[in-house]
């Protein structure tokens, strides 16, 4: 397919036609495909969008009316035969690993789209321009370049909204009783810290969190609690052992749960990680902590909030080891202060 019958192909599907999406998963990247969803949703609000994920990400699609389905991935060929079973005209792969790329091909939907350079790129038939064709020379957000397949493919450029992710009923209601067998009032302000990180050079020191949580409670009157997800044991044993019985540490919540006390925070301080991302798609101000990573292309999206970053020049870099020091600079540099002097900037805003 050629640039030009590429730019057609949205515009031309006739009204109510099917697309399909794959995003299969993570956290983060599940959530800053939203925008791009609503943006194609704002333009065409007839087109019927259904999105691939991974069951465990399915939450983060619930109640959003971009999404007319959520289909839940299974086997990659199982996947692929119910995808061509149901005659889609068009899918996008957001998530453009080689499993997507797979499951792509097998479907045998006539237009596949994919961005250039990735795995399998012989599996698709539009493959959509680097972000810097688009934008130029100025920074891209993740968000932004999640959009250009839409773009390519034909929905007008413009400005586009923030994330959206929607808390269910129940499982506010289920967060409430957690919030009071914890021993914390369910009706008391509070703010959420979040010290897990995939890489070290990522996660803010626990020492430095406790300092934070002590100074949230007593010169700001917030609550503090912590959040620890799956595989998070290490950071959750020093975080009993530094913070103690100072804040309220929530290690078994399920993402619905997560969403639903997400929502109710009064302040947003993680690193980066999905949930900063899950705290700016509930409009929390989020107060954003980097250290080998890119504040350019994954800060908080369109949501009052601060990024607490140095400027070293090795960053970003993949982050799995520090590839200019003896210990990762970046993320050790960030202070207590700088944490708190950008928390204070957005709970004076409110």
Partial sequence: ????????????????????????????DVVLTTPALAALHAWRPDLQTS????????????????????????????????????????????????????????????ARVCWTGRQFSFLYNVLVPDAREFFGDRPVHTAEHRATQFYWTGMPRGPLPAAQVFPQPDAVASVAQKIQANGA???????????????????????????????????????PFVILGPGEEEVGAAVRQQIGGSATVFDS?????????????????????????????LQRPVVAIFGSSSSVHWRPWETPSRVAQNDFPCN????????AFDEPRCILSVSVEQVREACEALLCNK
Wanted: charged fraction near 15%; hydrophobic fraction near 50%.
């Fill in 1 to 28: 397919m050629n640039p030009n019958e590429a730019c057609t192909l949205l515009p031309s599907l006739p009204q109510g036609a099917p697309v399909l999406v794959i995003r299969l998963r993570s956290l983060g």
């Fill in 253 to 281: 919540l399920s993402l619905r749960e997560l969403i639903a006390l997400t929502a109710g925070a009064r302040l947003f301080v993680g690193n980066d990680a999905g949930p900063i991302h899950l705290a700016a798609a």
């Fill in 185 to 223: 009032d369910p009706g008391a302000p509070y703010a959420i810290l979040q010290p897990g990180g995939r890489y070290f050079t990522k996660r803010w020191a626990v020492d430095k969190f406790a300092a934070l949580a002590n100074w949230l409670r007593t010169a700001r009157g917030l609550a």
């Fill in 51 to 110: 999105v691939v994920v991974e069951a465990a990400f399915a939450p983060l699609l619930e109640g959003n009316p971009a999404v007319a389905e959520i289909i839940i991935a299974t086997g990659t060929f199982s996947t692929a035969w119910e995808l061509h079973r149901r005659k889609y005209p068009v899918v996008f792969n957001q998530h453009a690993g080689p499993a997507s790329a797979l499951m792509v091909g097998a479907s045998r939907i006539p």
């Fill in 316 to 323: 970003p870099c993949p982050g799995d080891k520090c590839y």
